[in-house]
């Protein structure tokens, strides 16, 4: 999708927002928000419609995304807060399982008659459709053959990550990304063109991907295997070797080694 079609299908997205007063306490929803955010609430939060209005907007999101949605409210940073590893941290994207969505997040600043700044809207973007496709599902056992209540479906998979670049939503297509490293609770997405950088963290990124495709070969990375161009030895550590954009050395820790042999075919 080039920049044009992508702009032109974010023009035609519903858009959900959230009024917020200086406290970042929820005053109002438009009915795109309160669908999705009521649901996810009740289900994975276990905060009941009954209390959306008034609540801390922090308390509306998962708790792993919390530190990033507060950068992005801005005012003082909260204790422990992972700095991002570039200047002016861009609109947040997150997951949430309660509808399985994926979400840009962006807040504008209300200012009142006296200048003053009165509240903020949180406005989402629901990136679904442009960056997942359902997950290829396998009939699972039955519960009366395993004598167990069914499980939640499988996550939608990943075709693209949204990263902000340039100032603008960029969507990056999986097929040619080379690796991806965490950098913290942020990710490194790596392709041939270069390196951008994602708000989503590793763990959220790579129950989404293709295991057939990417593997995770240490804590820090995963890789895209129809990429690599060698494995290397160098004493007792094995890499994983990309040309582009720069040579480069992937370790793989010792746990991974065998699979990774099982799946390369060596």
Known sequence: MDQQSLQ??????????VWLDTANQVTAFNDIAWHLLSRAGEETLGIPRTELLGIDVL???????????????????????????????????????????????????????????VGACMIYYDLTELTTSPAESIA????????????????????????????????????????????DHYTWIVTAAGKFLSNLALSDVEERLDPAVFFRCHRSHIVNLRHVNELARDGDTMYIVFARPEPTRVPVSRSYVRQLREMVGM
């Not at 032109?8 to 927002?17: A, C």
């Not at 039955?142 to 996550?155: K, L, M, N, V």
């Not at 097929?175 to 950098?183: G, K, P, Q, V």
């Open 8 to 17: 032109y299908q974010l023009q035609r997205l519903e858009v959900g927002m």
């Open 59 to 117: 308390k509306l999101h998962p708790a792993k995304s919390r530190e990033k949605v507060a950068l992005l409210l801005g005012g003082d940073e909260p204790a422990g807060v992972d700095r991002c590893p570039v200047p002016s941290p861009a609109p947040v994207t997150m997951m949430i399982n309660i509808p399985d969505r994926v979400l840009l997040l962006k807040v504008s600043k209300m200012i009142g008659a006296n200048g003053a700044i």
């Open 140 to 183: 699972p056992p039955s519960p009366r053959e395993t004598g167990a209540p069914p499980g939640p479906p499988a996550p939608r998979r990943l075709n693209k990550i949204p990263v902000y670049h340039a100032n603008r939503l960029v969507l990056i297509d999986l097929e040619e990304t080379l690796r991806l490293e965490s950098n």
